[in-house]
Nanobody, 122 residues
Framework: QVQLVESGGGSVHAGDSLRLSCVAS????????MGWFRQAPGKERDLVAA????????YYTDSVTGRFTISRENANNTVYLQMNSLKPEDTAVYYC???????????????WGKGTLVTVSS
């Protein structure tokens, strides 16, 4: 079992920055990727950014490319999301995600944090 705890959310003005943190605990030795999803009111939960645990390769959705940076700290099982130049449309609950490899089909399992709220006012 893996537990994910997010922190760093808050209420800011457009153009401000926030840094989200997610700490994974438990049986994390098979972590494959970690990332951040977000869900705005009335919208689906969408992937924002992800990082591969082995080589640090990253993915960003188009709307945050150039503004957000995801990073990992392997030794501490921690992933960060640095969010710069925040926009009102970034307002959402941000969820930490970890995908772990498993020995049996489907060979992975996803874990989720409870979310941290980011509110960006214009």
């Amino acid at each position: 079992q893996v537990q994910l705890v997010e922190s760093g959310g808050g209420s800011v003005h457009a153009g401000d920055s926030l840094r989200l943190s997610c700490v994974a605990s438990g049986r994390t030795f098979s972590t494959y990727t970690m990332g951040w999803f977000r869900q705005a009111p009335g919208k689906e939960r969408d992937l924002v950014a992800a990082v591969a645990w082995t080589d640090g390769s990253t993915y960003y959705t188009d709307s945050v490319t150039g503004r957000f940076t995801i990073s990992r700290e392997n030794a501490n099982n921690t992933v960060y999301l640095q969010m710069n130049s925040l926009k009102p449309e970034d307002t959402a609950v941000y969820y930490c995600n970890a995908d772990l490899l498993e020995a049996t089909h489907p060979y992975f399992r996803a874990y989720w944090g409870k979310g941290t709220l980011v509110t960006v006012s214009s």
